[in-house]
């Protein structure tokens, strides 16, 4: 993930939203420098510390 628009990130947090109602424990791998720039970017690394999910 090198880009996520504004409406990307509305979609996103939709999606970890309804996972997290179900649940689901998010866990994103692999992901390089730039990613997670990205995903701390948008403040994706605090949503996934809140739902017990996390970026390996």
Known sequence: MTYLSAEGCVAFFRGLAA????GARPVFTH??????????RIGLDRAL???GGEIV
């Open 19 to 22: 996972a997290r109602a179900v």
């Open 31 to 40: 992901a390089d420098d730039r990613a997670r720039s990205t995903m701390r």
């Open 49 to 51: 510390r809140s739902s």
